[in-house]
């Protein structure tokens, strides 16, 4: 199976942490971890907990990287260790073609993504407002395709 993650950059720590618990339960409900493949565009927060979950239970990781410029427009130095490892462990990493990371970077790493996936996984508060390339655009562009989305945010989980 392969799943696809999207989701919020800004969790708060306690956040995180009931994330990671939901996302474990789910990857492990989805089938033998050794045989699942996430797909993920690395971002901080909800990307990265995904990548990290699925790697600790033995899934395998492919990444795409949105733009050429990503790790030194995007990656913060708090995120860069993660970061690094995440792509060190991955069994592919797709480098898009856009110069710079922006919104159409993002919506066309999303593509990517909802192109090769069989669910989408999505750490969203719901909210519906928010830019193209986005959490909610990207939930969107899925239902809109047919793809199943499995909603995580356990109660009580905030935005930082």
Do not use: K
């Not at 792509?87 to 990371?101: F, K, N, S, T």
């Not at 922006?102 to 999303?110: L, M, P, R, W």
């Amino acid at each position: 199976m392969r799943l696809g993650i999207t989701g919020h950059l800004d969790l708060t720590v306690s956040t995180e942490r009931a994330v990671v618990a939901a996302l474990r339960r789910h990857l492990l409900a989805c089938g033998v971890p050794g045989e699942l493949i996430g797909v993920s565009c690395m971002a901080r927060g909800a990307d990265s907990l995904f990548a990290q979950a699925l790697i600790e239970l033995g899934g395998r990781l492919e990444v795409i990287i949105p733009s050429v410029d990503y790790r030194q427009s995007q990656v913060t130095p708090d995120h860069e260790p993660v970061f690094s490892a995440m792509l060190d462990r991955a069994a592919a990493v797709h480098q898009m073609p856009a110069a710079r990371a922006a919104a159409e970077a993002y919506a066309e790493a999303n593509r990517l993504l909802l192109a090769s996936i069989d669910e989408l996984v999505a750490v969203w508060d719901g909210g519906l407002d928010g830019p193209v390339g986005g959490t909610m655009d990207v939930v969107l562009t899925a239902l809109a395709c047919g793809i199943p989305v499995t909603v995580i945010w356990p109660e009580g989980a905030e935005r930082g």
